[in-house]
């Protein structure tokens, strides 16, 4: 019998660590439902990368290295330029792409196919509030009908909203680091050189890459010091003019990227933040992936979301569904894995130093090769060391 059969489990966001736990859920028994804010599965953001035995490992368990393999960007070097496109340094291909490189959207939509026939989707809607009872978690929508679950788990990012409704308003969790990241496709782009490249000014970075899938389209990347982004949801053309001003004046390619940015359909735009969660359960309800313990860039976010959710539909299938018991063990197996890549994580400040003479500083370290192979060798030593265990599936 399914260790988890009947139990009504609630996984609020379908990005990657939400479908991920799904998946899993399914497979030990449990009749899961994901609700997503969007209409739809995102189609912004970035490349994103898994790296080492245990992520790989996670993947393989899931059945989706294969299509991975036929999504993947092949991510190359990352250069950095001056405005007139002399280049001042690089970083080879393995400090970025890891052993397996994707477009997040494409990541995205793999994960959601393979548990699409475990659990139940609901794109534009969210949950509105949380009541636990004696037989459950009462969750009202904004749109459905309320409904009674036994578990509720949060995996919708940094801003997520089932920690706000059942642990406490994001100023309590979320540190912002002082940056805000951007991206947003540039179709037509004529830039013909397979590297990412990187243009500074103190506070500003902006970079083009080749889309590595789409041979006329071309991906814009910006990283900028300002103020965290309001709570209220800003639109479309709010978050262009942002980033417009922030960049307007600048020279190399930025004035076409801003051009592509003009007519762009989609735009990621976010404050660069760590969340700190001091306990990642309370009752009923528990959280996942950077919802927990995120950090927006450079926190390996995305293989420790997937390992997580491997992780807590497992413990939650040893504990035979006593959320207690599954809770706190899959916090105690977690908590270690994922508080290491916080530790420092200051992406925007590496990215885009805020004074020129940060800026020189960085660019000389990062010249030489011994800083090179001491940044790549941290970015891939604690993603080989977790082994996980086997849970039984039905």
């Known amino acids: 019998m399914s260790a988890l059969r009947g139990l009504r489990v609630l996984v609020s966001g379908a990005g990657v660590a939400g ?12 009749d899961t439902t994901v609700v997503e804010a969007a209409p739809s599965l995102r189609t912004s953001g970035f490349a994103v990368d898994f790296r080492g035995p245990t992520h790989l490992d996670v993947l393989a368990r899931m059945g989706v290295l294969d299509a991975l393999r036929e999504v993947q960007t092949h991510g190359g070097a990352m250069s950095w330029v001056d405005e007139g496109g002399r280049q001042l340094f690089e970083l080879p291909a393995s400090f970025a792409g890891g052993d397996i490189e994707v477009r997040r959207r494409d990541l995205s939509r793999v994960l959601f196919e393979r548990s699409a026939d475990r659990a139940d989707y609901i794109f534009g809607d ?94 814009a990347f910006a990283v900028f010091t300002a103020p965290p982004l309001p709570q209220d949801r800003l639109s ?60 927006t860039l450079g926190g390996m976010g995305v293989g420790t979301g997937v390992v997580g959710a491997y992780v807590l539909a497992g413990e939650l299938a040893s504990a035979g569904g ?8 899959y916090e105690e197996r977690m908590r270690s894995y994922a508080g290491r890549w916080q530790r420092g994580a200051s992406p925007g400040r590496f990215l885009a ?32 060391d977790a082994a996980l265990p086997e849970y039984a599936l039905s």
């Not at 949380?130 to 801003?159: K, M």
């Not at 262009?240 to 762009?264: M, N, S």
């Not at 006593?322 to 063990?329: C, L, S, V």
């Not at 003479?357 to 090179?372: D, P, V, W």
């Open 19 to 30: 479908p991920a736990l799904a998946y899993w859920l399914g497979r030990h028994g449990a």
């Open 126 to 219: 969210e949950i509105v509030s949380l009541a636990e009872r004696a037989d459950g978690v009462h969750v009202s929508f904004r749109h459905r009908a309320p409904q009674t679950f036994d578990l509720v788990v949060g995996a919708d990012g940094l801003h997520s909203g089932v920690r706000r409704l059942a642990f406490g308003p994001d100023e309590r969790f979320v540190r912002h680091l002082g940056y805000l990241v951007a991206g947003w496709d540039v179709p037509g782009f004529a830039e013909t050189d397979s590297r990412a490249q990187h243009y500074n000014v103190p506070g500003r970075m902006i970079s083009v890459a080749p889309d590595g899938r789409a041979q006329d389209r071309a991906v």
């Open 236 to 295: 479309l053309d709010e978050h262009k003019q942002l980033i417009a001003e922030a960049f307007a004046g600048l020279r190399w390619h930025t004035p076409q990227l801003l051009a592509g940015l003009a007519d762009a359909d989609e735009v990621y735009l976010d404050s660069i933040s760590r969340v700190r969660v001091s306990a990642w359960s309370t009752g009923r309800t528990a959280l996942l992936g950077d919802a927990a313990w995120g950090v």
């Open 322 to 329: 006593d959320y207690e018991a599954g809770f706190a063990a």
């Open 353 to 384: 130093p805020s004074t020129s003479r940060g800026l020189r500083f960085r660019n000389a370290l990062l010249s030489t090769q011994l800083a090179q192979r001491m940044l790549v060798g941290s970015t891939r030593t604690a993603a080989t």
